[in-house]
T-cell receptor, first 118, second 117 residues
Framework: GAVVSQHPSWVICKSGTSVKIECRSL??????MFWYRQFPKQSLMLMAT?????????EQGVEKDKFLINHASLTLSTLTVTSAHPEDSSFYIC??????????????FGQGTRLTVV | AQSVTQLDSQVPVFEEAPVELRCNYS??????LFWYVQYPNQGLQLLLK??????LVKGINGFEAEFNKSQTSFHLRKPSVHISDTAEYFC???????????????FGRGTSLIVHP
């Protein structure tokens, strides 16, 4: 199957700093990318959906100014956690799918990023 | 809108025993169904999927699932589990033929499979 690479796998940062997480589709063009957040022992919570070249659509309750999403190319999307605080510590997972409404029904997942804010 | 229910938050089982992880869904449109596995601190890996055709779907690692439209279920089964199957399992659905070039998978809350020696 297609490969989605997420980097870094884990990151520790100081409170107040910003952290950027990258999500790359290695062998397909990802028209749509999803960013999820996962709390311990819980399911994935969709944060936002981004289509290449346009602004991300954020889910209700997700602060767009805090979680900046950029999807500037068909193979790369980034999530920047700005002015991170300990409560932002979590596991973040990206997912990507090819374009075309009926072309591909499967979303491929990155390996996730464990963010710890101290 | 779609919803996915995984009734069992945790399923303990002994090694080499059979296991079934339950998944029920509701949707006003046709859906595709998926099962994913997540090992600690890792992303999701696709186990199997149902798109159309035979309702019995075989996946990786010896898992299989059966789509039952009348019961809106997609239960995951394995006849004999191993210690290495200990992980979190997520059932997910996506609407068929979503418009606008994007769709949003809906996930269940997950089932923790714990295999004891």
């Amino acid at each position: 199957g297609a490969v989605v690479s997420q980097h870094p796998s884990w990151v520790i940062c100081k409170s107040g700093t910003s952290v950027k997480i990258e999500c790359r589709s290695l062998d397909f063009q990802a028209t749509t990318m999803f960013w999820y957040r996962q709390f311990p022992k819980q399911s994935l919570m969709l944060m936002a959906t981004s289509n290449e070249g346009s602004k991300a659509t954020y889910e209700q309750g997700v602060e767009k100014d805090k979680f900046l999403i950029n999807h500037a190319s068909l193979t790369l999307s980034t999530l920047t956690v700005t002015s991170a605080h300990p409560e932002d510590s979590s596991f973040y997972i990206c997912s990507a799918r090819e374009g075309g409404v009926l072309m591909n029904t499967e979303a491929f997942f990155g390996q996730g990023t464990r963010l710890t804010v101290v | 809108a779609q919803s996915v229910t995984q009734l069992d938050s945790q399923v303990p089982v002994f090694e080499e025993a059979p296991v079934e992880l339950r998944c029920n869904y509701s949707s006003s449109v046709s859906v595709y169904l998926f099962w994913y596995v997540q090992y600690p601190n890792q992303g999701l890996q696709l186990l199997l999927k149902y798109l159309s055709g035979s309702t019995l779907v075989k996946g990786i690692n010896g898992f299989e699932a059966e789509f039952n439209k009348s019961q809106t279920s997609f239960h995951l089964r394995k006849p004999s589990v191993h210690i290495s199957d200990t992980a979190e399992y997520f059932c997910a659905v996506t609407p068929w033929g979503a418009s606008g070039g994007s769709y949003i998978p809906t996930f269940g809350r997950g089932t923790s499979l714990i295999v004891h020696p």
